[in-house]
């Protein structure tokens, strides 16, 4: 078998171009030959009928197509109003976060001879501090409150106690 050159090739597509130009042009023939037929055949009042079907159709599709339009629209309208009210929801909820109070993880205060402790989610804790074991007492106040020693969460937070009431005493 031998290769056929680059040129044999452009000259077979160039022949089947022809030939798909002369299926179409004779289909088109055909086509008007058929439409003329069907045509000198029917009888106005049959004519009439048709024209009648198919405007009848197209006035159909194209009330169909309004009213689709409309419900689109209308319903465009509803989302765009729910995600103005959601982004109002949002902007609220973002200017309450940014502009309310600070949530404080501990806070402890010395009044008086009072270590004062507030944690979020447990009950304010007074220990006395003229005491000598107010660690211990700190210690075993912050197990009944749910937070013990064993991922040394509560020794931190004594340490840190322990490190105010030195510094407060550092400045009497």
């Given at each position: 078998m031998?290769?056929?050159s680059i040129a044999e090739l452009l000259n077979e597509a160039k022949a089947l171009k022809q030939k798909e130009l002369a299926i179409k042009q004779e289909m088109k023939?055909?086509?008007?030959?058929?439409a003329s037929e069907?045509?000198?055949n029917l009888s106005t009042e049959e004519k009439q009928k048709q024209i009648a079907d198919a405007e009848k159709i197209l006035n159909t599709a194209k009330q169909k197509a309004i009213s689709l339009k409309e419900e689109y629209k209308k319903a465009m309208k509803?989302?765009?109003n729910d995600v103005a009210f959601a982004k109002e929801i949002l902007a609220f909820v973002n200017y309450k976060q940014n502009n309310s109070f600070?949530?404080?993880k501990n806070q402890k205060r010395i009044e008086g001879n009072f270590l004062i402790f507030n944690r979020e989610g447990i009950k304010?804790?007074?220990?006395?501090i003229s005491?000598?074991?107010w660690e211990?007492?700190?210690?075993?106040?912050?197990?009944?409150?749910?937070?013990?020693?064993?991922?040394r969460i509560a020794d931190n937070i004594v340490y840190s106690c322990q490190l105010l009431v030195k510094s407060n005493n550092v400045k009497e």
């Open positions: 031998t290769k056929k023939q055909q086509k008007q030959i058929i069907y045509v000198d509803q989302i765009k600070k949530k404080i304010e804790i007074r220990i006395d005491k000598s074991n211990k007492t700190f210690k075993e106040e912050l197990k009944k409150q749910g937070i013990n020693g064993n991922d």
